[in-house]
């Protein structure tokens, strides 16, 4: 019998790598299914399946019904929509592309950190408008843009200590930033090898010039920006959203920023996208949206799509994914598909 491979999430004019399965002669099944009893359909007797884990609903439902799948190969970081329990379970490996985008995510929010510290959407708008020449009228500026400070005076605050936390936090010590941080899951020493300064929320919260988000989305990190963490921010402090949507309270933001609790935002991700056109923050003039853009570049852009297919071809071949979020589910994953026993 053939392996069978359904890409769920087939883009128009994009390379998946799909050359990738030539010598496996397997077949290969595009389209766009995005509703669990579609992907079903499509895909209860493949091998593998490439999705988007962090959108389409990988259910434990959907799951138990692809009886011969060994990889739910996911395009992107995330994988919020897929019950990781139950494909381990299943011996099922779950993949990301765990190094995909990391550059332009960190480069996007330091660029808002600057311009968001550097008041430029406020100079630029003013220029436009009035062709005024800031360096002889002081007191115009003045009214724009103070207060500002120097960059290397401030203190960047970034919540989760991951790839992309890291990389951020690098490039802010090359801009001679004091910068602390905050992530359970990574050890003080690791942080402060890499020049973090390990602190608690509230003492994050309280101390940062600027906030950057760097975590997934679950349970813990739901809405873990809300009105009683913006209330502890300084006045004078900027939050940054390049993570997804739903690790912010929304209306607790825009309150916070018409109240003047916090001086601006960059935000990336929404709750609603495309971002509603009666959502406060497209009038606000100290935001800076990016409509879920970090991500891209023409080289993140061909990792994104290609890498999907290396895990499923990993997979076919009997090896158990490199890029697997589900690690333990190795052994019983290798026992039913592994090479050996293939033979």
Not at 47 to 71: E, H, N, W
Not at 269 to 287: G, K, R, S
Not at 304 to 331: C, D, H, I, S, W
Request: net charge negative; with cysteine.
């Amino acid at each position: 019998m053939g392996f069978k491979v359904v890409n769920v999430f087939r883009a128009p004019d994009v390379d998946f790598g799909e050359e990738l399965l030539n010598p496996l002669g397997a077949e290969l099944i595009n389209g766009v299914w995005r509703k669990e009893e579609e992907i079903i359909q499509q895909c209860q007797d493949a091998d593998a399946v490439i999705g988007v884990v962090s959108v389409q609903p990988f259910t434990r439902r959907l799951l138990a019904a692809l009886p011969r799948c060994r990889v739910i190969a996911g395009i992107g970081i995330g994988y919020d929509q897929t019950d990781v329990e139950a494909a381990t379970e299943m011996g099922i490996a779950v993949t990301n592309v765990p190094d995909y985008c990391l550059d332009e995510v960190s480069g996007l929010a330091i660029a808002m950190m600057l311009a968001l510290g550097h008041r430029m959407l406020e100079i630029d708008r003013a220029v436009r408008a009035r062709r005024v020449v800031f360096n002889t009228d002081k007191k115009a500026l003045d009214a724009i843009a103070s207060p500002m400070f120097r960059m290397r005076d401030q203190t960047l605050g970034i919540v989760g200590l991951g790839k992309i936390g890291t990389a951020t936090a690098l490039k802010a010590k090359g801009l001679g930033m004091r910068v602390i941080g905050c992530d359970p899951y990574v050890l003080k020493p690791v942080m402060e090898s890499r020049g973090v300064i390990p602190v608690d929320f509230d003492t994050l919260l309280g101390e940062s010039d600027f906030i950057t988000v760097h975590t997934p989305l679950n349970a813990e990190t739901k809405e873990m920006f809300g009105a009683a963490q913006f209330a502890k921010m300084k006045p004078t402090a900027y939050f940054i959203n390049t993570a997804r949507g739903g690790c912010m309270d929304q209306r607790a933001l825009i309150e916070a920023l018409r109240d003047k609790r916090i001086a601006g935002a960059g935000i990336d991700v929404t709750i609603e996208e495309p971002i509603a056109a009666d959502n406060p923050l497209l009038e606000m003039a100290n935001v800076i949206l990016t409509g879920h853009s970090a991500w891209y570049s023409v080289t993140s852009e061909r990792d994104l799509y290609r890498r999907p297919m290396t895990q499923a071809l990993q997979a076919l071949r009997g090896e158990f994914p490199a890029y697997a979020v589900n690690p333990e589910a190795k052994g019983q994953w290798l026992a039913r598909w592994g090479a050996a026993r293939q033979g």
